[in-house]
């Protein structure tokens, strides 16, 4: 059943390819969709069989097939494996499972969002089979068995992201956005592959010593199982040569700061929201693939656990995020791009939750977190398109003229603002301070987590609630060109997205209540639901997590939703311009000095490929001309007496001679080692 | 050929052995078909499209037996029969000159280098043939000077003979010159001046490096089959930087790089194609081949020097690249920078970085074809190549900006692509000894992407522009060997492990010579 899994990942690219033999684009998108919409329907078979069977996360199944296989000389296996190989395929757990489900059906979604908003576009079908493509590589990525899979199918997500991004591509502003995208994108798999090549230079020897999985001869460099020993084995101090703590901790940071790119964390979000000007169905194909970042933090979990202070760092690094980019949404008026940055500041939480050692609250954060952040960015395209702007200082009334929409928005807003519980997730994990495998963080550390996360929990009802009363509550703002008569609700395809989106929102809610583990029993009784709480599914390790109901982090979740849609209330009253004058702005001591550094760097930016294209010009290129010229010289000199061809042919060979001539007679005259006998 | 030796059963059967002829053939059968067109006529067009099907068909022949050759020696490597390494079943041995004090051979093989070399050559030479079907002006000339040009590039990575080595290294000076001053613009003659001197020069320099091998090495053979070599006292180092210096010219790293760029600037596209792609790969194969392989002790004592230019040519020219407006010499910067690579691969001194080099010299390659096709079809179309005049060529040419972006993504390594795996195995290797010359000329292969993308930006997005109106897309001959060249890009991208045991093998026998075993 299991081997399913490979149609997973490759339906959606199978329909791809097909998409090119339809005759009318409108087929084109129908059959790309078919391939997701099959993928979908057997991920749910999957996940449906392994509910069935009572799996734990620990025992994963896997399908695979090696990639490829170098031998290296004997000599070398001091830094290799005796067989330097790794395999491709898919990795089948309760993880990949639950994503793979999401992922299919978040991306069929954005794929009907584009049958409305794209329809009539010259790009129509070229979305359509380019992310399928990128829906074949964000779950050839979730399902990977191996880190090199993940390499490999992270580079696929960032050209698929391109050529999206690129969508609009007539437009001036089109490319370097796309560009700085691509740029950030690809430099964060290069620092990628430089950790895949620090693994195999400190571990591969390591993992060369272990036993083969099934199926294989020998053990596969860079597979999940053997890097989970490799890891643990490198963390005992004695136990692997030339590895200690130093190599955990760059390890981590090569693995862990891709992750971070991908998921859009701050301060690296800028790729995200710089594409705010894509076609909404873009942006929401790129939220989705935020979600390869927090499936790449869980997959490389067992190293930050067992590297002192990392997952310290990583939960400070996304309480920091999550603060951050709260504040940026506030601060936004562009409904796009406070729909983007409010799916990377979701993802803040889930990576503090993750970094707190709350491994099955983090991943239930990033599931619930995804189709909710895709709810806003629905609506705020069917709002966008009904006003004829993304400022929502000039929107209002919504709920007189678009009921429908605004109900969803609303329903973003109560599920973002806290009633989807994942404030309350990252609370109690960090409230809690377990890591599975034992340790904890600092108190210091936990202190500083907690506050800037309640800090976080204030802001996002904020700007939540704001958004809310700015679109819907009132009236539309009068402006020029605008004709409040013609606003009316989204078109019936729009309001289907948006329904199937709110269902799934609401259903990946009511999956992580917690507490709830009732074991049921489907068909005659032979098939058993192990319960229908997230952290019952997903967790770390061979045993679940045991993640008691924190009343406090309750308490403190509902006490900040209150503050921050207080505040937001507050704030509704004061209009937008007056708005900044009454916010204390704190002004930045630093900035002049910052200003100082950014001229400079960008006046070397420009001056330094002038100054070495010049020297190239000026010093390398004449180091060629005496020679080059002397030939020249010789050929001008023969063409007076003969034809151009032969001229030129002649002169090539005599110089040929020459030389020849001139080494001999060096030769001869004993000026070269040549021994005579 | 065993059809023909066989005899009816029950009788007694004696055994014919045929000699090999694989290899000469495909050397030799380009040479072949450059004789047959010099005795046609070129005077109509129906003479000059025969020349031209005469010009493919021998590229293609050539093409036919790399293949042929190429898959063999695969196939035995995968089965572990020593495919990939010199003395396979394909190997030809045969005495030349042997009268004399020192003896000469025919000798012809090739080891996994060469074979990945000799893919990558035929491929191109096939679609520069093609490319240049177009071409109406002095139609014989071009064609016999593309053929005689392939039988030196297949001559040279075949020949295990120092004599057969320099034949034919110095054997593309006179096509090359003829073709840049007969079809070059621009600053043609300068440029075909500077890259005949630079071959001189460095072909008179492997001459020195080969006599004092062969006179101090004692063995009086020219043969370059029994590495790994040890001359005494400081002759060793002598020969080792003679080879060095004389293939380092060649490979047209930083700072020797102005002559290639040079000619890549003033030729016409196929011509640059060929130039560009090739020409540096070369250079490639002697340092790997002759200084690496016949003094891999020398070599390994010099690894930091060879990171060090390495780093200095990824940046140098990721850098200059940044800043060239005209596309032919931003590409060409770009195929310099990822020369570079092949430079920190011999810094790594491992059999994986090694495999990984020949893996990227097959992506550069396919790489830097693509794109100077490219640039010259838009150099055709809008006759302009500054890339600061270009702008909305997508609007008209959406396949030319498609494979612009294939051809970019191969040269940095787009997964699935000729790239990726070359540069994985190729910084893995090369970590264990040079650490921060890795990590940097990792992020020079970022600058490059950075560079080759945003051209890409200015070239192709952006509004429709009325002087570019009249821009054709490209035709179907042009698809057609954008196609092939695409598509041996994609099949080493998605299937590398059909070529990882030949050219691990080959890397093995560069670096543990007789020592090696799988």
Known sequence: MYVAEWVVVLLPILGALLSFVAETSRRAAQVCMAGVAGSLLVALMVLGYRFAHLTTSATPDVSAVSFFTLLPNSTETTIYSSTFSTDTGVWVDNLSTAFTALVTFLLLLVQGLATAMLRGDPGYRRFFWVSSVLAGAVLGMIAAPSLFQVWMALGLVTGGLLALALHRWHRDETGPAAWRAFMVLFGADLVLLLGLVVTVYKLGATMGLENAPAGFTSAPDYDFRMLATAWRDAASPGTVAGTGYRTLVILCLLLAVPALVRAAQAPVTAWLSGLSEAPLPVLGAACVSLLTGVVLLARIYGLLLVTRHALSALALAGAVGAVGLAALCLASRDIYRIALLSAAGQLALAVTALGAGGYSPGLLIAFVSAPVSLLLLVAAGSVARAYRTRDIRLMGGAWSKMRRTSVAIGLWAALAAGLDLVGYDALSAILLNRFPGGGHMAAGVQAAVAVLTVAALVLIPLYAARLVLSVCAGAPAPRRGGVVERIAEAEPRLRLVQAATGAAAVVAVLIGLPGISAAGRLGRGQVRIPGLTFSHWVFFGAHRQDLPVQPWAFLIAAVALAAGVAGAWALARVPWDDLRRRLPVPTLSTRPAIALVGTWTARLAGTLPAEVFAADQTLIAPLFDAPGEGLEVTAWSLGRWRGRRLRLSLAAVLAVVLLLTGFSVLAGGGRLPVHTT | ?518
């Open chain 2, 1 to 518: 050929v065993n059809l023909l030796a066989q005899t009816s059963p029950g009788t007694a059967t004696a055994t014919v052995n045929f000699p090999t002829v694989v290899f000469t053939l495909m050397v030799w059968s380009a040479l072949f078909f450059a004789l047959v067109v010099l005795a046609m006529p070129d005077r109509t067009a129906e003479h000059r499209a025969r020349i031209k099907a005469l010009g493919a068909s021998g590229t293609g022949a050539a093409l036919f037996f790399a293949l042929w050759a190429l898959q063999t020696q695969a196939a035995n490597a995968s089965a572990q029969l020593g495919g990939g390494t010199p003395g396979g079943e394909l190997v030809e041995d045969h005495g030349w000159l042997t009268s004399f004090p020192f003896s000469v051979s025919y000798h012809l093989d090739a080891d996994g280098l060469g074979l990945a070399l000799a893919l990558l050559g035929g491929v191109v030479f096939f679609c520069a043939a093609l490319a240049a079907w177009r071409n109406d002006r002095r139609v014989k000339l071009l064609t016999v000077c593309l053929l005689v040009l392939e039988t030196a590039y297949m001559g040279v990575i075949c020949s295990y003979d120092w004599l057969l080595f320099l034949l034919f290294w110095t054997l593309p000076v006179a096509p090359v010159y003829l073709m840049v001053r007969a079809f070059g613009h621009g600053h043609a003659a300068r440029a075909a001046g500077r890259y005949a001197a630079g071959t001189l020069i460095s072909g008179a320099i492997v001459t020195m490096a080969a006599t004092l091998i062969d006179v101090q090495g004692g063995g009086r053979s020219f043969g370059t089959g029994t590495p790994p070599i040890t001359l005494p006292g400081a002759d060793n180092a002598v020969a080792f930087w003679l080879l060095v210096g004389a293939f380092l010219l060649a490979m047209a790293v930083v700072p020797l790089h102005a002559a290639l760029l040079d000619l890549e600037e003033d030729s016409t596209g196929s011509l640059a194609a060929v130039f560009g792609a090739l020409l540096p790969s070369l250079g490639a194969y002697g340092l790997l081949h002759m200084a690496l392989g016949l003094f891999p002790a020398e070599a390994s004592r010099f690894t930091l020097l060879f990171a060090a230019l390495a780093v200095v040519t990824v940046l140098w020219s990721g850098i200059a690249a940044l800043r060239a407006d005209d596309l032919r010499r931003m590409v060409g910067h770009a195929g310099t920078a990822l020369m570079g690579l092949v430079l920190l691969a011999v810094a790594g001194n491992t059999t994986v970085a090694l495999a990984g080099a020949m893996y990227v010299l097959i992506a550069r390659g396919l790489a830097v074809a693509v794109l100077m096709l490219l640039t010259s079809g838009i150099q055709e179309r809008t006759r302009r190549v500054r890339v600061s005049q270009l702008g909305g060529l997508a609007w008209q040419a959406p396949h030319l900006a498609a494979f612009w972006g294939l051809g970019v993504l191969t040269a940095v390594g787009a997964p699935l692509l000729a790239g990726f795996f070359g540069l994985f195995s190729l910084f893995s290797g090369a970590f264990p000894t040079h650490r921060w010359a890795t990590v940097v000329v990792l992020f020079g292969v970022l600058l490059v992407a950075g560079v080759l993308m945003r051209a890409a930006m200015r070239i192709f997005m952006g509004g429709e522009r009325e002087s570019f109106s009249r821009v054709r897309d490209l035709g179907p001959l042009e698809l057609t060997y954008l196609a092939i060249l695409g598509a041996v890009s994609l099949f080493v991208g998605i299937d590398p492990d059909h070529l990882a045991a030949l050219f691990m093998n080959g890397a093995g026998y560069l670096l543990f010579q007789g020592s090696y075993t799988q």
